[in-house]
């Protein structure tokens, strides 16, 4: 019995609480799953509107195709993503752990069921103290098992960003999924059940390598979870009608209540701690004992360590290092990916030399060179290009006039490219083939090439 109880005492049951930020929070896990549940649904003419499509080295964005050239977006989108929470740490602190971070929206979640299933804090603590039975293993059982569907649930959407949805749950309609997109969701599945049901807190507290490094982007005008000891000190209960009553004494009660509420178990009377993810639980439900007081809210707030040192106004942002330094960057990187998205032409070309053959004469005295054009097509609709070759002593290209490349699709031409070697010395010299749409001209694409004349 004794081993039992060590084993449970680890345990936190946070307490749930209502509250202006708890409806944050509530709206960020509720915005964010439905983005990530119904995105993969969605269809952009007859296709999924957001794929990786690992098959064909396509990447599906609505209306846009990445290829595998195109990867640099990807790792700038990552770059940005990574500067922007460095530049919100340094803003706002951990607000992004506290209501956004998809460890804390599973783990609220899995909370949720939890509760749902087995009541209360107290009933959830006095159960898992208790010696197994029947009700025990009946109410256990169905917690796990809800709580593994929706991790299941989960690991089938992520894979559903990679393998069309719509046919993905066709299949499993019919009783049958890939082995790879069954090993994927099921990995997936297990990693969400695992760290959001059970480990929870301690992935906040000792795996999450953010918790340990955050503090260096803190200044003293970043937004942090605080209690004010100067109003709430000395604590205690509140005391009527005695002569201890009229003693002073600070607004806090010591009801603990903000302790009951964090998730990671921490007491924040004892200052700022690493552990301290800034979900404001304890702002909420600390407001309301002040409320039952008639006393004035904010004993635990929101605040900087410049306010809680003297008052003093926040610093401007423009003199502030760190914003100016990921601000900057951040704008002159998503500059350069709006630029290059902009002046990225829809298709791309690809020139080998055939070289089987070096070159040949011709009948009416010209040598001749051959290529394969390959041309990949990344629109939704069937387009048709235009070549020009152009070079010194390049006296015409045998193509034809008009090359049409199916939507969403690549295709190979054979050119044959002649020159004059009256004009041309022996050797290699340089020529390029100009590929233009047809229906847009201002989409051309330039592909270098070389020229042998023996």
Excluded at 117 to 130: F, I, K, L, T
Excluded at 387 to 393: C, F, R, S, T, W
Excluded at 412 to 425: G, K
Aim: proline share 4%; with cysteine; hydrophobic share 45%.
């Amino acid at each position: 019995m004794a081993t039992r109880i060590q084993f449970y005492s680890n345990k936190l049951y946070p307490r749930l609480t209502h509250g202006h930020f708890n409806s944050w929070r509530l709206a960020c896990v509720l915005i964010s799953q439905l983005i990530y549940f119904v995105t993969p649904w969605l269809q952009w003419h007859g296709r999924a509107a957001v794929r990786f499509d690992f098959t064909n080295m396509r990447g599906y964005l609505f209306g846009l195709t990445l290829l595998p050239q195109d990867l640099v977006y990807l790792a700038g989108t990552l770059i940005l993503c990574a500067l922007g929470l460095f530049l919100w740490t340094s803003l706002a602190g951990r607000l992004w752990c506290g209501f956004a971070c998809p460890q804390t929206v599973y783990s609220q979640i899995m909370l949720w069921i939890e509760r749902w299933v087995e009541g209360s804090p107290n009933a959830r603590r006095q159960r898992d103290q208790a010696t197994w039975g029947t009700g025990k293993v009946l109410r256990k059982t169905l917690t796990q098992s809800l709580m593994l569907l929706f991790a299941l649930w989960t690991g089938l959407t992520l894979v559903g960003y990679f393998s069309p949805m719509r046919v993905l749950v066709a299949q499993l309609a019919q009783g049958w999924i890939g082995p790879w997109e069954g090993m994927f969701a099921l990995g997936y599945a297990g990693f969400t059940w695992l760290l959001a049901a059970h480990l929870r807190e301690n992935v906040c507290k000792h795996m999450c390598p953010y918790a340990r490094f955050q503090g260096v982007m803190f200044d003293q005008d970043t937004l942090l979870v605080a209690y004010a000891p100067e109003r709430g000190e000395p604590r205690g209960a509140v005391r009527k009608h005695s002569a201890e009553a009229r003693v002073h004494q600070g607004d806090c009660v010591d009801c603990g209540l903000c302790v009951q509420v964090c998730p990671t178990g921490i007491d924040i009377r004892q200052g700022l701690q690493y552990e301290c993810i800034g979900c404001a639980a304890c702002i909420d439900v600390c407001d309301q004992v002040m409320d039952k007081l008639a006393r004035p809210r904010g004993l635990i707030s929101f605040t900087t360590q410049r306010q809680q040192a003297g008052g003093a106004a926040p610093t401007a942002l423009w003199r502030r290092p760190r914003t100016l330094v990921y601000g900057s960057m951040m704008l002159v990187l998503a500059g350069l990916m709006t630029f290059g998205l902009l002046v990225r032409a829809p298709f791309r070309v690809d020139v080998l030399r055939d070289r089987a053959v070096l070159a040949r004469e011709t009948t009416d005295g010209y040598v001749e060179n051959a290529y394969t054009l390959h041309i990949l097509n990344t629109r939704q609709q069937a387009r048709r290009y235009q070549l020009q070759v152009v070079g010194h002593g390049m006296v015409r290209a045998n193509a034809a006039s008009v090359l049409t490349v199916p939507a969403d699709g690549e295709k190979s031409f054979v050119v044959t490219v002649a020159a004059d070697a009256e004009v041309l010395a022996s050797g290699s010299h340089p020529l390029r083939f100009i590929l233009t749409d047809t229906a847009e001209a201002s989409h051309s694409v330039t592909e270098e090439g070389r020229f042998l004349m023996p």
